[in-house]
């Protein structure tokens, strides 16, 4: 399955951005796609998890703020951000077992 990111973009501190990522096949057998990010002269970490059991993991720094859906029916993947800070700003890439990855998209929060 190939995957392709979308949905980044300049945000203000605060602010609200949806990232999606949709597949190119049936994820709904996929266990353990994910969200990923990497900031300027930073490692790429893991942001969030979700099961084929819809259950979620998140990185201490988004807990109560992102949130990561799945929806089968229409393979893909969503990423809720809310009450983003500048500290969020990153490329973002979802991510399947293999591993599979899709595109990068930029996230940039700054007034």
């Known amino acids: 399955v190939q995957l392709q990111a979308f949905g980044g973009g300049l945000v203000q501190p605060g602010g609200s951005l949806r990232l999606s990522c949709a597949a190119s096949g049936d994820i709904s057998g996929i266990n353990n796609m994910g969200w990923h990010r990497r900031a300027l002269g930073k490692q790429l970490e893991v942001v969030a998890i979700i099961t084929t059991g819809g259950a979620t993991v998140y990185a201490d720094s988004v807990k109560g703020r992102f949130t990561i859906s799945k929806d089968n029916a229409k393979n893909a993947i969503y990423l809720q951000m809310n009450n983003l800070n500048v500290e969020d700003t990153a490329v973002y890439y979802c991510?399947?077992?293999?591993?599979?990855w899709g595109q990068g998209t930029q996230v940039t929060v700054s007034s």
């Open positions: 991510k399947a077992p293999g591993p599979r």
